[in-house]
């Protein structure tokens, strides 16, 4: 039998892991750049609220426009979290049934503390976005 033959499918595929692993940190820079923008654009444009020479209703319009930035950059920040977990659950999927000898996402799940287990990045993010748009909304009641 040549040792250049068909090899079985549970042949060690750690370059395929390695290189589905380095796709999967990509898209987390590219999530967390997207969102930091979105962020930042979010909060400069509610800090320019706050020029004294404006007009009330045009405070309330940027500050809104400035919630609605933010929850654009969460839409995309949501869109690249579930191909992110994708990559992730392929990744753990290729440990269990043995198709690698990597287990990158097996310890990484069991090495979090239980704590942050239980909220979810997405669900901050939401709550700080649902806290920001009450403050905006504060904000216009008390009419500043």
């Known amino acids: 039998m040549d040792i250049n033959q068909i090899q079985p499918q549970t042949d060690n595929k750690n370059s395929e892991y390695l290189i589905i692993w380095q796709v999967e940190q990509e898209h987390i820079r590219t999530r967390w750049t997207i969102v930091t923008f979105f962020m930042s ?9 706050f020029q004294s020479s404006l007009t009330h209703p045009s405070v309330l319009v940027i500050r809104i426009s400035g919630v609605l930035i933010y929850f654009f950059g969460y839409i995309f920040f949501l869109r690249y979290y579930a191909q992110t977990n994708y990559l992730r659950s392929y990744l753990l999927q290729m440990e269990r049934t043995q198709l690698t000898t990597l287990d990158i996402q097996s310890k990484a799940k069991t ?13 901050l993010m939401l709550i700080f976005g649902a806290i920001y748009a009450i403050g905006v909304v504060s904000l216009w009641i008390v009419g500043i």
């Open 41 to 49: 654009i979010s909060f400069a444009i509610f800090g320019y609220s």
């Open 111 to 123: 090495d979090r503390k239980d704590f942050l287990k239980r909220i979810s990045t997405p669900n």
